[in-house]
């Protein structure tokens, strides 16, 4: 049974940093492509970051480039987001997901093309 949850969200002020993670189970990480998404109240989910199973391949939102790394420990089993240099705009519920599949997809940042999702972490930028 595939299963992701994710965790280290916190009320932080503009500035900081955050690292979450997405622990995951019911398969093995090594194979698969993670994403992270967010969904800030009266918005649509979207995508923050993706990275690939074999080479490690990264992709990041514009909004978050330079400030937010995706990382992987496929011998714990979890995927990372850190956030630094965090914003009120970056305020939102924080999800990982996947397909199963070894490559981010095309569209990586769409949510359709997750089938599998954790249940999200809270994360909150103010001052």
């Known amino acids: 049974q595939v299963q992701l949850v994710e965790s280290g969200g916190l009320l932080v002020q503009p500035g900081e940093s955050l690292k979450l993670a997405c622990a995951t189970s019911?398969?093995?990480?090594?194979?698969?492509?993670i994403a992270w998404f967010r969904q800030a109240p009266g918005k649509e989910r979207e995508g923050v970051s993706c990275?690939?199973?074999?080479?490690?391949?990264?992709y990041y939102a514009d909004s978050v480039k330079g400030r937010f790394t995706i990382s992987r420990d496929n011998a714990k089993n979890v995927v990372y987001l850190l956030m630094n240099s965090l914003k009120p705009e970056d305020t939102a519920v924080y999800y990982c997901?996947?397909?199963?599949?070894?490559?981010?997809?095309?569209?990586?940042?769409?949510?359709?093309?997750?089938?599998?999702w954790g249940q999200g972490t809270q994360v909150s930028v103010s001052s």
């Open positions: 997901a996947t397909d199963l599949f070894p490559t981010c997809p095309n569209n990586w940042h769409v949510d359709h093309e997750y089938g599998y």
């Open positions: 019911g398969f093995t990480l090594d194979y698969y492509a």
């Open positions: 990275i690939g199973s074999r080479d490690g391949t990264t």
